[in-house]
DNA sequence: ACGTCGATCTCGAAC
DNA sequence: GTTCGAGGTCGACGT
């Protein structure tokens, strides 16, 4: 639906939206979207389990989407209506993503060398309680703890500081030497810097590796239900 | 537009959506957006500034929106089109959002005694280089420096750590007594723990009263320009 | 329910 | 140009 329209919005902050024409998008699991002539995002929103409530007053068609937890509602004022449609669509299709950093976790845990020949994965996720959750923690063939960090985009000062903490998280609980090893497909200038000055290290681990590490993966477990 | 549509996305990362009926929105400023019947976001998309192709064979539409920097490419199939109809939107009108965490800082620094009756702001802003930028920095009437951390949202653990952060930073570079303080709507139950732990405050300063403090400089500043 | 983290995040501002 | 932080982030997962 669209048409000449006035929006405001009042929940977990307020906002208001003079006249203009949007497309207004209604879907069936009462999810409210308000979109501009331009830009990827809609300028209002609700999501989805709105209750609506919809009158005409003073010639204006006014439409209220609530929404409780957290409590916040939509109002959307029309006084003119360009274009109005309703579509039952159905939609089964499969949507797949490939190679999220997910995935990255689960190569490198498939095949450790991604990270180095000698590194040996221990554990993985959610091992540190106050800094937060280490990806990957494993050791090396001289016995070090390795921690890995892993990053699907080229890693920034951010991921270098992450390692950080972990690593000291880490050091606290254990008296053993210290690895850190950032693995992502690239390192940013700066968060390379940092790095050498934090002595840790980085491992370049391509996406395209990873997607071919799953593959067979997914193609062994395959073979395992259809045996020859 | 909306049909039975087949999408694939190559870039950033890689997807593939099989057969469905979907609703597909493309922008003058040349963003795409692919919505299934349910959800808030949509299932594919291309940001602003998309080169398109469109193309016809084997009975199907075929539309490609190929987007450099990055280089990702979107292609949509259609075997099906239920729906179709182009508008040209005008909207001049203006949005405006209440209250961000940009609001609460003005308003702490129009109103400082939202922090505290005894706070004086001296800094606001880009203080610091290392460990990042503190939102304000003041101080109280004993003289001790006080850091304080602004949150638009109950402030949970991270913004804890934020503050430790700020805190040490400052720390370095002054002798003086300092005082950490969170303000913001609440905070969480962890955060508490954390923050008492570590000898920092808390201060509740809600949205409510950000906005009235702002409100009531905005009728100021027009009544400096219309005076009676 | 809350907290944490990733995202094809998007978006904007600062450097 | 890149980097960095915010977002009514959303959505998923774990507690």
Redesign the pocket.
């Known amino acids: 639906m669209s048409g000449n329209c006035q929006v405001s919005?009042e929940?977990?902050?307020s906002?208001t939206l003079g006249w203009g024409e949007r497309l207004l998008i209604i879907k069936t699991d009462g999810?409210v979207l308000?979109h501009r002539p331009e830009?990827?995002?809609?300028?209002?929103?609700?999501?989805?389990g709105c209750v609506f409530q919809v009158e005409v007053e003073d010639e204006e068609l006014r439409i209220r989407a609530a929404?409780l937890?957290p409590r916040?509602v939509?109002n959307i004022f029309f006084n003119r209506v360009l274009h109005l449609s309703t579509l039952t669509l159905t939609d089964e299709g499969d949507f797949s993503?490939y190679v999220?950093?997910?995935d990255m976790k689960r190569a490198i845990l498939l095949a450790p060398k991604l990270v180095g020949e000698d590194f040996r994965p221990l554990t993985s996720?959610?091992e540190l309680g106050a800094?937060?959750?280490v990806?990957v923690v494993g050791e090396d063939s001289e016995g070090r703890l390795v921690v890995v960090e892993?990053?699907?985009?080229?890693a920034?000062?951010?991921a270098v500081r992450?390692l950080q903490r972990y690593i000291k998280a880490v050091g606290m609980r254990t008296e053993r030497p210290l690895r850190g090893i950032i693995a992502a497909p690239s390192l940013?200038?700066?968060?390379q810097a940092l790095l050498s000055r934090e002595g840790l290290e980085f491992k370049p681990v391509s996406l395209k590796r990873c997607y071919e590490v799953l593959k067979f993966e997914k193609t062994r477990k395959l073979s395992e239900f259809f045996p020859e």
Chains 1, 2 share one sequence.
């Open positions: 919005y929940g977990r902050a906002s999810s308000v830009g990827y995002e809609p300028v209002n929103w609700q999501p989805a929404r937890q916040e939509l993503l999220s950093e997910q996720e959610k800094a937060g959750f990806d892993i990053k699907r985009n080229p920034g000062r951010e992450q940013t200038r700066e968060a």
